[in-house]
C-alpha cells in the first residue's frame, strides 16, 4: 500500500510540471540501490549517495535532447507520499538534468528524519522537464530503502 501511496504521490506532484508522450514504451528501474538495502550514510551535510537508473531513453543535461523524442533526464524524491525531504523550494530531492547519465545523488541531509526507513522515487521526464507518460500514467520507478 505503502508503494501505491507513493507512486501516486510522486506522479501527481512532479505532473504539475506539464507532460510529455512518447513514441515506444519507455523503461525506468533503479539499478542500485536494491529494494530492501541497508545503507550506510557518509559524514557530508547531504548524507548523499548516488542512485543508479537503467532506462532505454537516452539521459542527456535538460535542453541537450534536440529532436530525440527518446532523451531526457530524471526527477527524484526521497519518500515521494510527502515533500518533506525535497530541496528547500523544490518539488524534488534530486534532478539528474544538469549532467544527464545514469547516476542521480539523492540527498538524505534534507529529510527531518535522516535514518531510517525512506522509499526512493525516480520520475522519467523529457527535455522540458515534462513526464513522459505510458497510458495516460507516468513512468516511475520505487525502492524502499533503510538508511544508518
Known amino acids: 500500500m505503502l508503494r501505491i501511496i507513493a507512486t501516486t504521490a510522486l506522479a501527481f506532484s512532479l505532473l504539475s510540471l506539464g507532460s510529455a508522450r512518447a513514441e515506444d514504451r519507455p523503461t525506468l528501474e533503479i539499478a542500485w540501490p536494491a529494494d530492501g538495502s541497508l545503507i550506510e550514510l557518509g559524514n557530508d551535510p547531504e548524507k548523499a549517495i548516488g542512485v543508479v537508473v537503467r532506462s532505454n531513453f537516452t539521459l542527456l543535461s535538460a535542453g541537450e535532447c534536440g529532436d530525440n523524442s527518446q532523451c531526457g533526464h530524471v526527477h527524484m524524491k526521497i519518500d515521494p507520499d510527502a515533500d ?3 530541496i528547500p523550494g523544490k518539488p524534488y530531492n534530486s534532478m539528474n538534468s544538469d549532467f544527464g547519465g545514469d547516476l542521480i545523488k539523492a540527498r538524505f541531509g534534507h ?6 526507513t525512506h522509499v526512493i522515487g525516480i520520475l522519467l521526464a523529457d527535455d ?4 513522459i507518460l505510458v497510458d495516460g500514467k507516468p513512468v516511475t520507478a520505487l525502492v524502499t530503502v533503510t538508511t544508518k
Open 111 to 116: 529529510c527531518p528524519v535522516v535514518v531510517g
Open 128 to 131: 522540458h522537464h515534462k513526464p
Open 84 to 86: 518533506t525531504c525535497n
